[in-house]
T-cell receptor, first 110, second 115 residues
């Protein structure tokens, strides 16, 4: 089983749609969780950290279920500019590298 | 003050040649990471440095790959005797310190093409 798994998509949605991405991770000792966004041929950029209680940033809501080792990202009222690949990212230890999922590609159409 | 800087942005080399990639982290960031991203694939961890501690080299794919960092500044990733499968974007990231919720900020990457 891969350490971080995501549905690769692509998700093709119209503007204004609500879309949800899911991610599972294999290491129950994982401690930190993030969603990064990567535009085509660009570097990944942090979208938001994911907290145990769930957190919201504008149209974006992230949730974590430690028991199920599951992370989600919800995007409401999607915009054309939301088109990108969304990377689920996990840090397993108290230090060190991030483990990236392969990403879920989102394409928002007019 | 700027973000993570990587050079060159693009590198084309012939199979068998050595290449050296450079990363300038954000000033004051003690942790520095190298990742590789092949076309259409996810990011693959290579190595990370934290201050003066021994680097975590667990992600380096072969002994042709090595990296150095001078203090808490510039890092170079060296690939010896390049192979076609080394073609990828090599991304460097830095964070204030390693671990916890510390955010990693990425450079724009070096796109390596091995002919």
């Amino acid at each position: 089983r891969k350490e971080v798994e995501q549905d690769p998509g692509p998700f093709n949605v119209p503007e204004g749609a609500t879309v949800a991405f899911n991610c599972t991770y294999s290491n129950s000792a994982s401690q930190s969780f993030f969603w990064y966004r990567q535009d085509c041929r660009k570097e990944p950029k942090l979208l938001m950290s994911v907290y145990s209680s769930g957190n919201e940033d504008g149209r974006f809501t992230a949730q974590l279920n430690r028991a199920s080792q599951y992370i989600s990202l919800l995007i409401r009222d999607s915009k054309l500019s939301d088109s990108a690949t969304y990377l689920c990212v996990v840090r397993s230890g108290s230090q060190g590298n991030l483990i990236f999922g392969k990403g879920t590609k989102l394409s928002v159409k007019p | 003050g700027a973000g993570v800087s990587q050079s060159p942005s693009n590198k084309v080399t012939e199979k068998g040649k050595d290449v050296e990639l450079r990363c300038d982290p954000i000033s004051g960031h003690t942790a520095l990471y190298w990742y590789r991203q092949r076309l259409g694939q996810g990011l693959e961890f290579l190595i990370y440095f934290q201050g003066n501690s021994a680097p975590d080299k667990s992600g380096l794919p072969s002994d042709r790959f090595s990296a150095e960092r001078t203090g808490e500044s510039v890092s170079t990733l060296t690939i010896q005797r390049t192979q076609q499968e080394d073609s990828a974007v090599y991304l460097c990231a830095s964070s204030l310190v390693a671990g916890g919720g510390n955010i990693q900020y990425f450079g724009a990457g070096t796109r390596l093409s091995v002919l």
